[in-house]
């Protein structure tokens, strides 16, 4: 296997190679227009991605390939814990999305808007817009603006105002504050960006900006996460929904109003009371 990271804002990964439909073409071009994507689909549009798509990249985050065939590699993606395999977790992705990986540096800070332009220089033209989430290797700091390394042995300078360092101290109001920037964002399974979330992707896009590194998938974070008594639980911890004899299926945080979630294929993500459903299906509560 060879370290590599990605070089596009956001790379979607796919079950195998011959997953993306005529339709899904932006998201595996070589400069993937994933907004675009993810505007074209309508609900059934959307539901056919079950068992296509399994989660996203974003800018910068290494991965480890295993093979490659046909410009398509088969990657492991370290910073998404899953129990699928223990050096993080799987699928294929096109090549063309692969590059160096960025150099290191000691102040991490992560995107925590939705979006932000990744500029040539302190005011200067775009040189891509990076999602929410988006981990980088900080340089230096000048006039309100942060100098970042990108893949390839490249640089790039993010407003100051866009970024959080991952090593600041965090609580469960900052959990909330950052999930509810979505609020009305339609569910993309397998999202893990500003155009498309899907439950388990909200809860680990938002701890990653917090410098946790939580589990990809609801179940795997019901499993690593230390369980509560779901009546005990408090707003910015997660509650787990599961139906008798079957996996964990869905996960949401905990709010004042109830639950901030990523609901379903058609839906949007929001913040209010559990319905009876929900209620009958909450099988256990956990705490970051």
């Not at 699928?91 to 979006?115: C, F, K, M, R, Y």
């Not at 900080?138 to 360092?165: H, M, N, Q």
């Not at 896009?205 to 019901?222: E, F, I, K, W």
């Amino acid at each position: 296997m060879k370290l590599a990271a990605t070089k596009v804002p956001i790379s979607t990964v796919w079950t195998a190679p011959d997953a993306p439909r005529d339709i899904d073409a932006p998201a595996i071009a070589a400069q993937p227009d994933v907004a675009g994507w993810a505007k074209s689909m309508d609900t059934e549009t959307r539901l056919g991605l079950h068992g296509r798509t399994l989660t996203q990249l974003l800018f910068a985050e290494p991965v480890l390939v295993r093979t490659e065939r046909d410009g398509w590699s088969e990657i492991l993606a370290p910073w998404q814990p899953s129990s699928q395999d223990e050096l993080g977790y799987p699928g294929w992705i096109p090549s063309s999305h692969l590059g160096e990986l960025p150099q290191s540096a000691t102040d991490p800070v992560a995107i925590d808007v939705p979006t932000a332009s990744l500029l040539a220089e302190p005011g200067g033209r775009p040189l891509a817009e990076l999602s929410f989430a988006t981990v980088l290797s900080s340089v230096e700091r000048a006039d309100g603006y942060t100098r970042v390394a990108t893949p390839d042995e490249g640089s790039g300078w993010i407003a100051d105002d866009a970024l959080r360092s991952v090593l600041e101290p965090s609580g469960p109001e900052d959990r909330l504050r950052l999930g509810e920037l979505f609020l009305g964002l339609e569910y993309l399974w397998g999202g893990t960006s500003a155009h498309g979330l899907d439950c388990s992707g909200l809860v680990h896009t938002v701890s990653r900006v917090l410098g946790m590194r939580t589990p990809r998938d609801a179940h795997d974070q019901a499993d690593t996460l230390p369980n509560i008594p779901s009546d005990e639980a408090q707003p910015g911890d997660l509650y787990f929904f599961g139906r008798p004899g079957k996996q964990i299926h869905h996960v949401g945080f905990v709010s004042p109003a109830g639950m901030l979630h990523a609901s379903e294929t058609g839906k949007r993500l929001e913040n209010g009371p559990l319905t009876d459903d929900r209620r009958a299906t909450l099988v256990t509560a956990a705490r970051f």
